[in-house]
């Protein structure tokens, strides 16, 4: 269900996630990784793993998962849930493709880009 205060963000070209790859937002939440499969599905999650807050970002994508680049675990980016014998969950976030655009729904109305460090 979407809140009054619900915000989407335009975040960038789908063309910018890279096949297999993701890309990283700073949000008022932290940082987001958007993951892009294969198959040009759109993932977002917490930037950090469930173990010891690797890069989720920087581990290798398959199918619909990730494998963390520091210790392996592996997390389901439809569930957010890792992938067992291992046990945890990081933090899903709505995330859309609009055209090209990609759009990444946040829980506070400030854009990505505000976030950003001011020069
Ligand atoms: S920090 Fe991700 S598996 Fe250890």
């Known amino acids: 269900m979407t809140r009054d205060t619900d915000f989407w963000s ?3 070209a789908l063309e ?4 297999q ?3 990283r937002v700073a ?3 932290g940082e987001i990784a ?3 499969t294969l198959d040009d599905r759109l993932f977002a999650v917490r930037n950090s793993c469930p173990h010891r807050h ?3 970002s920087e581990g290798i994508v398959h199918g619909a998962r990730v494998t963390c680049p520091l210790h392996n675990w592996v997390i389901d980016l439809e569930s957010g ?6 046990e945890g969950c990081v933090p899903r976030h709505m995330v859309e493709l609009r055209g090209a655009r990609v759009f990444l729904r946040q829980p506070v109305a400030v854009p ?3 976030l950003e460090p001011a020069e």
């Open 16 to 19: 910018d996630i890279p096949r």
């Open 54 to 56: 690797g890069p989720l």
């Open 27 to 29: 949000t008022a939440a």
């Open 10 to 12: 335009d975040v960038g």
């Open 21 to 23: 790859g993701a890309r």
């Open 34 to 36: 958007i993951f892009r």
């Open 81 to 86: 849930e890792v992938v067992g014998p291992d």
């Open 112 to 114: 990505a880009a505000v």
